[in-house]
């Protein structure tokens, strides 16, 4: 069971807003930043936005990211088939001093 | 770029001793401020952090693996690696290595991953 909680899914379709949630007190509650990640099938994780609300170069403006309190969230508009894919949440856990992932949401565009 | 690869035996026989190489290519391993870290995903699951290594030489682990990890760097050979000793079926797992500018901080970039499984 992941420290951080995120849905198992989501869904929408094209052209749709979805977000996804991730809460966690000891980590994003104690003021740890939240950083996203996407995973196509059968690739390694990409980061998809660092420090709460930070895109890397090249990813698209319809990726956004957020915190307050105890929870994190990555919202995607405009949603594309492309973005269907695992998203993860990552943060750092001060009562087990780790570095922690949420449990994953599958984004499935309908 | 950096661009991270990992490494090493797929299969590794109950009892024995994992162990895994990342080499860096496009940066070097001695640039400051950034940590070096392993991260695992069994297979359709989520991910766990192993543990990093830093400033040429330094380490820390998820304590979840008590003893039996070791994370160290060559930076002759501007590689790191990871050694998981009594491995088990449970430590069957896609072996990702991945850059971070921080010990909190987000991990860019991994590699590619390496399937790595644990069976007589």
């Known amino acids: 069971q992941s420290v951080l909680t995120q849905p198992p899914s989501v869904s929408g379709a094209p052209g749709q807003r979805v977000t996804i949630s991730c809460t966690g007190s000891?980590?994003?509650?104690?003021?740890?930043?939240v950083h996203w990640y996407q995973q196509l099938p059968g690739s390694a994780p990409t980061l998809l936005i660092y420090?709460?609300?930070n895109r890397p170069s090249g990813v698209p403006d319809r990726f956004s990211g957020s915190k307050s309190g105890t929870s994190a969230s990555l919202a995607i508009t405009g949603l594309q088939a492309e973005d269907e894919a695992d998203y993860y949440c990552?943060?750092?856990?001060?009562?087990?001093?780790?570095?922690?992932f949420g449990g994953g949401t599958k984004l499935t565009v309908l | 770029q950096v661009q991270l690869q990992e490494s090493g035996p797929g299969l590794v026989k109950p009892s024995q001793t994992l162990s895994l190489t990342c080499s860096v290519s496009?940066?070097?391993?001695?640039?400051?401020?950034?940590?070096w870290s392993w991260i695992r995903q069994h297979p359709g699951k989520g991910l766990e952090w192993i543990g990093y290594?830093?400033?040429?030489?330094?380490?820390y682990h998820n304590p979840s693996f008590k003893s039996r990890v070791t994370i160290s760097v060559d930076t002759s050979k501007n590689q790191y690696s990871l050694k998981l000793t009594s491995v088990n079926a449970a430590d069957t797992a896609i072996y990702y290595c991945?850059?971070?500018?921080?010990?909190?901080?987000?991990?860019?970039?991994w590699g590619q991953g390496t399937l790595v499984t644990v069976s007589s």
């Open positions: 420090d709460n609300n």
């Open positions: 496009g940066g070097s391993m001695t640039s400051p401020n950034y940590y």
């Open positions: 991945a850059r971070h500018g921080d010990w909190d901080g987000g991990f860019d970039p």
């Open positions: 990552q943060s750092y856990d001060s009562s087990l001093s780790v570095v922690v």
């Open positions: 290594i830093y400033d040429s030489g330094s380490s």
């Open positions: 000891s980590s994003i509650g104690a003021g740890y930043d």
